[in-house]
């Protein structure tokens, strides 16, 4: 079974611009987790995404958006980005996002520079 | 405000000898743990959980020990291995909700 896969690996932008990132869960999974992991905070949650619907949001601005599609991809999508963007963003996936043993599945996370 | 608070951000121990790595919460509703292993350039991964009705949890070489009333839960590793370095990442669930919030990590290296 082919393991959560996000792309692109590394990522560079400039001040301003806008970056869309892009996860594909395990077959199977339908809900997809965002998390933005940073030296000083450690993984934070950015939202949870369920059957095309956003289930969960974090405490992040609205520059920070996301979708999933009927297959269960879903894409993140950063506008107007700011030096502190920089970060490792981590995809997770798990088949529904509601059992307390359902374990989540990382990605290997995409890794934005923001210069 | 950290909900979840790893106050050691790395720790090193000698191969063979016992880990122990410190997860605090604030949080009185949270009543799931996790722990979760990261190596480089990867995402991490499950590693042990414990429910809040429990006051421990093994699974081989791993232990997590849980004190509600301290609000403190504890990763023991023995013995340590040099694949067991990697930054650990404590993290906890609250009623009625599977939103994960994690701590900020300890890097742990074991020595040869």
């Known amino acids: 079974k082919a393991g959560v896969t996000q792309t692109p690996r590394y990522l560079i932008k400039t001040r301003g611009q806008q970056v869309t990132l892009s996860c594909s869960p395990i077959?199977?999974?339908?809900?997809v987790s965002w998390y933005q992991q940073t030296p000083g905070q450690g993984l934070q949650f950015l939202f949870e995404?369920?059957?095309?619907?956003?289930?969960n949001k974090g405490n992040f601005p609205g520059r920070f958006s996301g979708r999933q599609f009927s297959n269960s991809r879903s894409e993140m999508n950063v506008s107007t980005l700011e030096l502190g963007d920089s970060a490792l963003y981590l995809c997770?996936?798990?088949?529904?996002?509601?059992?307390?043993?359902?374990?989540?599945?990382f990605g290997s996370g995409t890794q934005l520079s923001v210069l | 405000d950290q909900q979840v608070k790893q106050n050691s951000p790395s720790l090193s121990v000698q191969e063979g000898r016992i880990s122990i790595l410190n997860c605090d919460y604030t949080?009185?509703?949270?009543?799931?743990f996790l722990w979760y292993k990261k190596y480089p350039a990867e995402g991490p991964t499950f590693l042990i959980s414990?429910?809040?009705?429990?006051d421990k949890n093994e699974d081989g070489r791993f232990t997590v020990f849980l004190n509600k009333s301290a609000k403190h839960l504890s990763l023991h590793i023995v013995p340590s291995q040099p694949g067991d370095s990697a930054v650990y990442f404590c993290a906890a669930s609250g009623a009625g909700s599977y939103q994960l919030t994690f701590g900020k990590g300890t890097k742990l290296s074991v020595i040869p």
């Open positions: 414990i429910s809040s009705i429990k």
């Open positions: 997770a996936s798990s088949r529904t996002g509601e059992g307390r043993n359902e374990k989540l599945f």
């Open positions: 949080n009185s509703m949270f009543d799931y």
């Open positions: 995404y369920f059957s095309e619907t956003q289930r």
């Open positions: 077959s199977g999974h339908r809900s």
